[in-house]
C-alpha cells in the first residue's frame, strides 16, 4: 500500500497567481511558508522556514486567487509532485509542488478594520449592545395527548 499525502499549514508568501491552461481549467500557483522552532544541541533556540510551492485547480484556483493574499495563513491538503523539465541551458530542472486537493482558509488578520483583500471602508463604530432575539415558551406543560402524531 502506498501514501502521498501532505498536510501544511502556513502562510503565503506572495499573492496567488491565477492562470488559465488551453483546456480552459482555472489553475492558481502560490508558496507557503512554514516554520519550525527547536532547539540546537547547545540549548540555542533556533528558527527553520521552509517555502512550499502549491498548485491548486478548478473552482477552487479561483476561490483562492479571489481571498487569499500574502501573508493570509491556510492549511493544505494535498499530494506531493514532481516536474521536471529541460532548460534553455540543455540542463534538467526539477521542481517539488504540493497539488492540492483541498485548502482552508485561515483566520483573517485585521489591521486597522481592514481584512487582507477587502476594499478600503470607513471606520466602523464600536458594537453597540443589541438585545438578542429570543424565543419565548409557554409556562405551561404540555400533554402528550395533545401532540397530534
Do not use: C
Not at 482555472?26 to 512550499?52: C, I, M, P, W
Not at 485547480?57 to 499530494?79: D, I, M, P
Not at 514532481?82 to 540543455?90: C, I
Not at 449592545?129 to 429570543?134: L, P
Amino acid at each position: 500500500m502506498y501514501l502521498n499525502k501532505t498536510f501544511i499549514i502556513g502562510n503565503l508568501t506572495r499573492d496567488p497567481e491565477l492562470k488559465a491552461l488551453p483546456s480552459g481549467t482555472n489553475v492558481t500557483s502560490f508558496s507557503l511558508a512554514t516554520n519550525r522552532s527547536y532547539k540546537d544541541k547547545d540549548g540555542n533556540q533556533q528558527d527553520q522556514t521552509e517555502y512550499h510551492n502549491i498548485v491548486v485547480f478548478g473552482r477552487q484556483a479561483e476561490t483562492v486567487a479571489q481571498y487569499l493574499r500574502k501573508g493570509s495563513s491556510a492549511l493544505v491538503e494535498g499530494r506531493l509532485q514532481t516536474r521536471s523539465w529541460e532548460g534553455q541551458d540543455g540542463k534538467k530542472n526539477y521542481r517539488t509542488e504540493i497539488i492540492a486537493d483541498r485548502v482552508q482558509f485561515g483566520p483573517r488578520k485585521f489591521d486597522g478594520g481592514q481584512a487582507p483583500g477587502e476594499a478600503p471602508q470607513a471606520k466602523k463604530q464600536a458594537p453597540k449592545e443589541e438585545k438578542i432575539d429570543t424565543i419565548d415558551y409557554p409556562d405551561e406543560d404540555i400533554n402528550p395527548e395533545d401532540i397530534p402524531f
